[in-house]
């Protein structure tokens, strides 16, 4: 596609319940990466994938949340036991290039809330 | 772990001042970027800085890497309404291997005429 998809834009769930985030990346694009922004925050890292493999899970808050790349495309987040400090935005990015340069591409995000 | 603080938080100029912000990591950072986020909207990729000391200009827009590789700045000369939203610093650590992109805290512009 032309830019970074991201589905849903927005899911309203309620407190204990399971939430699949999805990311389509820019076409070709090697490095997609997940940030979580709240309101009048900056985007909170959380993983990176470069391909398939996560090279870098350390912004994962804890075991509720996963993420997998399994054809080094198509990504989803997914969060168990969703809790109310889970609400946030979900930003997807991809980069064109690994390794320590080039610019993120960013979806519209993903608005969750947790009731 | 690595924090990338930015200042101020907030400012709010008439049409035609200038503005600059300030960011500043804890650690050496590998290159720098900035990003703008409209309101509503997501970053948007402005620039990219690599080398120490180095500065870039985008027409009103001036980007500055501090010699040490820890803290960075954006000014823009003559804002415009078009210049209103949040402007973020983002901060590559300085390995050899691939190593997530740290986001400042953000500074967040309005401008009125």
């Known amino acids: 596609g032309a830019g970074v998809s991201q589905t849903p834009s927005n899911k309203v769930t309620e407190k204990g319940k399971y939430v699949e985030l999805r990311c389509d990346p820019i076409?070709?694009?090697?490095?997609l990466y997940w940030y979580r922004q709240s309101l009048g925050q900056g985007p909170e890292f959380l993983i990176y994938?470069?391909?398939?493999?996560?090279?870098?899970d350390s912004g994962l808050p804890n075991d509720r949340f996963f993420a997998v790349r399994p054809e080094g495309s198509v990504s989803t987040l997914k969060i168990q036991r969703t809790e109310r400090g889970d609400s946030a935005v979900y930003l997807c990015?991809?980069?064109?290039?690994?390794?320590?340069?080039?610019?993120?591409?960013f979806g519209e995000g993903s608005r969750l809330t947790v009731l | 772990g690595q924090q990338v603080m930015q200042i101020p938080q907030y400012q709010h100029v008439q049409e035609g001042e200038d503005f600059t912000t300030y960011c500043n990591s804890s650690t050496t950072l590998s290159n720098i970027q900035w990003y703008k986020q409209r309101p509503g909207g997501h970053p948007v990729f402005l620039i990219q800085?690599?080398?120490?000391?180095e500065v870039k200009k985008q027409k009103r827009l001036t980007f500055q890497f501090g010699e040490a590789k820890k803290n960075s700045s954006l000014h823009i000369t003559a804002t415009q309404t078009t210049d209103v939203g949040t402007y973020f610093c983002a901060g590559r650590l300085n390995t050899g291997t691939a190593s997530k992109l740290t986001f400042g805290t953000g500074t967040r512009l309005q401008v009125t005429l």
């Open positions: 076409s070709g694009h090697t490095a």
């Open positions: 990015a991809s980069s064109a290039s690994g390794g320590n340069t080039g610019e993120l591409f």
């Open positions: 994938f470069q391909g398939t493999g996560a090279a870098d």
């Open positions: 800085l690599v080398k120490s000391g």
